[in-house]
């Protein structure tokens, strides 16, 4: 149903009651590391091509969010899924594999929750009743198509971000145990005139805010409604910025409870400079260890905020700046 | 927030300002004088040895110990070592021989797998080529500048 401006809430609970999160190499030293279903040693994956090791990554991830609940592709009636590569092919080609009615979706790092809430929407109405949805990203694939070959030797600023290697996707169902999905806001494109490339944190974090603080005026809560507010892959600099943006338009955002993503991946030892990003970011993490949190009870109401940077290499040639979006989608154990 | 956008893009780009990590400039600099400067003393070895070892000259051993250059940064980049390197030194070693051999390198491994022709021989040169360009094109000028005022007898 919708409420306020953009915001859809579902009072038909639509549950997520599978995951299936797998990671690269890097991603199995980071923190997280133990939230992962499958860890693989090596970021080809056996494959020819890193695109079809992005490929595998996503299937893999189906396919243990599969066997969890001992269901088939068959079982499933919508496929919602995207990554960042030039017409999301790996997400096409899992789709090809999996014969599963499929929806690609495109919102950069934002597609993960763009995903979650057209299949928790799907659910709700009752046009589906089992959905599977998710992204991926794969760091050498992403990093030759938006900036140079994995192997060149370019001093990287601290403010660039490291794509994450994984996947992250959900099995949404109108029925059984798990945490439902509650609400969902469909975000705008911002665009604050930013042109750093290597610096998205600071281009994203006013699209996060105006989502935030949308959401929040929508369902006409504050944002101590929740345990904690999730950010995608703002990063140190972009979640800084976030903060400091909120309070001038009267929003507080407790420095405790507004996490994000790209900032809870990865161990501090690892070289990743502003933190971790990736349309994989945010999947895995939401999938993986919020999921788990919630589960645990350890955390009741969460909303996650998924950012993305809708540029492309062409784009930034071109010097264009950098519009982004954010969506956001609260998770929480009990209903509306 | 919603009034004039244009002073709200100023307005943000300040408070955006605020929190960005700057590059350390001094530091990197630093590491770049002396990476670069370890790289051209390995050179100056390399031409030392061939000329000392082997029948060439001051002027004709430039050759080889460029080509050993790239041969060791070849090596480097396969092996997965040379980004790591350049993380930290920066200019150092983009600067010498070996930052061109790197961005050839690791375009020709990158590509490969689009296969020889399409992949490896298309975008070898995506990085270096506008190098090759350009070095080409101000080597033209220069030598054009210097063919007229030698016909004019200025110099």
Same mark, same amino acid.
């Given at each position: ?71 088939? =592709? ?26 599963? =009615? ?26 589906? /009743? ?18 140079? =070959? ?44 930013? &042109? ?9 974090? =006013?699209?996060?805010?105006? &989502? ?28 800084? %910025? ?22 809870? %991946? ?28 919630? /589960? ?41 | ?5 244009? *002073?709200?893009? *100023? ?48 002027? *004709? ?11 060791? *940064? ?82």
């Amino acid at each position: 149903m919708l409420i306020g401006k953009q915001t859809w809430e579902f009072e038909n609970t639509p549950t997520i009651i599978s995951t299936g999160i797998v990671g690269g190499p890097f991603e199995g030293n980071g923190k997280l590391s133990n939230t992962f279903d499958q860890i693989y040693a090596d970021l080809w994956l056996e494959q020819n091509s890193f695109e079809q090791a992005h490929q595998l990554l996503l299937e893999s991830a189906c396919n243990h969010a599969f066997k969890k609940i001992n269901r088939t =592709p068959a079982n499933v009636q919508f496929l919602i899924a995207g990554d960042l590569i030039n017409q999301i092919t790996p997400t096409n080609f899992t789709a090809k594999k999996l014969q599963i =009615p499929y929806i690609g979706t495109f919102s950069a790092c934002a597609t993960s929750m763009e995903s979650l809430a057209l299949a928790a929407n799907l659910i709700n109405s009752k046009n589906a /009743n089992l959905i599977l949805t998710g992204a991926s990203s794969h760091n050498a694939a992403v990093e030759k198509q938006f900036r140079y =070959p994995t192997e060149y030797g370019g001093q990287k600023p601290p403010t660039a971000q490291w794509t994450v290697t994984g996947a992250g996707v959900g099995l949404l169902s109108d029925k059984g145990k798990g945490p439902k999905v509650t609400s969902a806001t469909i975000g705008k494109v911002i665009d604050m005139g930013m &042109t750093d490339p290597f610096n998205m944190g600071e281009a994203m974090a =006013p699209a996060a805010v105006d &989502t935030i603080a949308t959401h929040l005026n929508d369902r006409g809560i504050e944002a101590s409604y929740y345990d904690c507010i999730i950010t995608g892959d703002l990063a140190k600099i972009g979640r800084l %910025i976030a903060i400091d943006l909120a309070k001038e338009k009267n929003l507080f955002l407790n420095e405790d409870s507004f996490l994000d993503c790209g900032l809870m %991946i990865y161990n501090n030892d690892q070289e990743v400079f502003a933190g971790a990003s990736g349309a994989g970011c945010s999947a895995v993490v939401t999938y993986g260890h919020l999921i788990n949190q919630l /589960n645990e009870k350890k955390l009741n109401k969460i909303l996650i905020v998924a950012t993305g940077a809708l540029l492309s290499p062409l784009t930034v040639q071109q010097k264009q700046s950098i519009p982004c979006i954010a969506h956001a989608v609260s998770i929480e154990n009990g209903g509306v | 927030m919603d009034k004039s956008p244009s *002073t709200t893009k *100023t307005q943000y780009k300040k408070l955006a300002q605020k929190k960005e990590l700057k590059r350390p400039i001094l530091k990197n600099c630093i590491n770049a004088f002396f990476f670069g400067g370890l790289i051209c003393t390995i050179g100056q070895g390399i031409a030392t040895f061939y000329m000392y070892f082997f029948d060439f000259t001051e002027q *004709t051993v430039g050759n080889p110990t460029t080509a050993t250059l790239i041969f060791i *940064t070849m090596l480097l980049t396969g092996f997965g070592v040379y980004d790591h390197i350049a993380q930290f030194a920066g200019a150092g070693t983009a600067v010498p021989v070996t930052g061109f051999g790197n961005a050839v390198i690791s375009a020709a491994i990158e590509h490969r797998s689009e296969g020889f022709v399409q992949g490896v021989g298309g975008n070898m040169f995506k990085l270096a080529g506008s190098v090759i360009l350009f070095g080409v094109f101000s080597a033209f000028i220069v030598a054009l500048i210097k063919t007229l005022l030698l016909e004019w007898g200025v110099i």
